[in-house]
């Protein structure tokens, strides 16, 4: 069993920054890709970021292009999301995810994934 904790949630107001970080547990971390998604209430969960297992492969969704972006550590099993001029739309619970297969590239689809965190709640004031 992996476990995936998030930190650096938190309220904000609009146009300010933020990084979300995901640590896992274990020592198969650098040989999976990661990614970021997101839920708003009342939304469906809805695809933000990913990064392959390598760190050499990347894609964020149209949403938060030139604003959010991903990286990773893998000598610190560490996950990040580096969040700039955040807006109110941003305002969701953040979820980092663990893929299912072993040196993939990373997906847009929450089905590839297997493992969970528990969620960071940001919220960004107007």
């Known amino acids: 069993q992996v476990l995936l904790v998030e930190s650096g949630g938190g309220l904000v107001q609009a146009g300010d920054s933020l990084t979300l970080s995901c640590t896992s547990s274990g020592n198969s971390f650098g040989k999976y890709a990661m990614a970021w998604f997101r839920q708003a209430p009342g939304k469906e969960r809805e695809f933000v970021a990913t990064?392959?297992?390598?760190?050499?492969?990347?894609k964020v969704a149209d949403s938060v292009k030139d604003r959010f972006t991903i990286s990773r550590d893998n000598t610190r099993n560490a996950l990040n999301l580096r969040m700039n001029s955040l807006k109110s739309e941003d305002t969701a619970f953040y979820y980092c995810?663990?893929?299912?297969?072993?040196?993939?590239?990373?997906?847009?689809?929450?089905?590839?994934?297997?493992?969970w965190g528990q969620g960071a709640q940001v919220t960004v004031s107007s």
């Open positions: 995810a663990r893929e299912r297969a072993l040196y993939g590239l990373g997906s847009e689809s929450s089905d590839d994934y297997a493992f």
């Open positions: 990064i392959s297992w390598g760190g050499h492969r990347w």
